[in-house]
């Protein structure tokens, strides 16, 4: 409630494709990430309970914003390693039949598209349930300019996504997946925002100068 009355004070927000979001059963809800409010507008968007993965320390984000996730509850992700807890209670969460809600990019360090991180590929074969992408565009403007306007973009769902294979092959296949998710969240957003998986070349060159995950640095890792 308070989600939707700050969204209708501080922009004017429109919502197209809600018809894809499953009534019922478990399901991945994923979007691009490239503000701080972004999960506040998935929040908005599901009239069911949604359940997050995100980052253990919000970089990024304003300190004045950081208390949010705490509010809300969510489940801690140590970027740049590897959260055995976290993977475990995501499951969990999706096995009981809720939504999980997660940006496969890992962070918000830029303003396009950049590659998934294996989290979101991992989470979808092992679970074996849809994978609902969403499109965000807008709120980078929102407290720069008077009420902007903000679209939440839902596409049709992808998956159920099934492999058989171990080791590299594994990671290859689990890449793909990554790769056809962000494919999905891109077609719902601007070109010039598509990053890597713009149809533009000139857009893709451009955006693989912000393409590195930041965590992987040594003084980043476990943020």
């Known amino acids: 409630m308070l989600a939707g009355i700050a969204f209708g004070l501080l922009g004017r927000l429109r ?6 979001l499953p009534k019922d059963g478990p399901f991945l809800l994923v979007g ?3 503000h701080y409010a972004d999960p506040v507008a998935l929040m908005w968007l599901c009239r069911r309970q949604v359940e997050f993965i995100g980052g253990a320390q919000f970089v990024f984000a304003p300190k004045t914003v950081h208390f949010l996730p705490s509010v809300w509850g969510y489940l801690p992700a140590h970027r740049g390693g590897y959260s055995r807890s976290t993977l475990k209670g995501a499951l969990s969460i999706l096995k009981q039949g809720g939504i ?6 890992g962070g918000v360090w830029a303003q396009v598209l950049r590659p998934a991180r294996p989290g979101v590929a991992f ?7 849809p994978v609902v992408p969403v499109g ?4 980078t403007s ?8 903000l679209t939440i973009r839902v596409g049709k ?5 099934k492999i058989e294979a171990n080791g590299e092959n594994r990671r290859q296949q689990l890449a793909a997946i990554g790769r056809d998710v962000m494919r999905a969240i891109a077609e719902l957003i601007p070109e010039e925002r598509r990053g890597i998986f713009s149809h533009d070349p000139k857009l893709r060159e451009e955006a693989k100068k912000v ?3 930041p965590f992987e640095d040594q003084s980043m890792r476990g943020m």
């Open 142 to 149: 929102l407290f720069k300019v008077w009420r902007p306007e």
């Open 211 to 213: 393409a590195a995950f």
């Open 123 to 129: 989470l979808a074969v092992e679970s074996g349930v």
């Open 157 to 161: 769902p992808v998956g159920p996504f």
């Open 32 to 34: 691009n990430h490239f």
């Open 100 to 105: 999980l809600a997660l940006f496969p990019e």
């Open 136 to 139: 965000l565009d807008g709120f």
């Open 15 to 20: 919502i197209e494709g809600a018809e894809n």
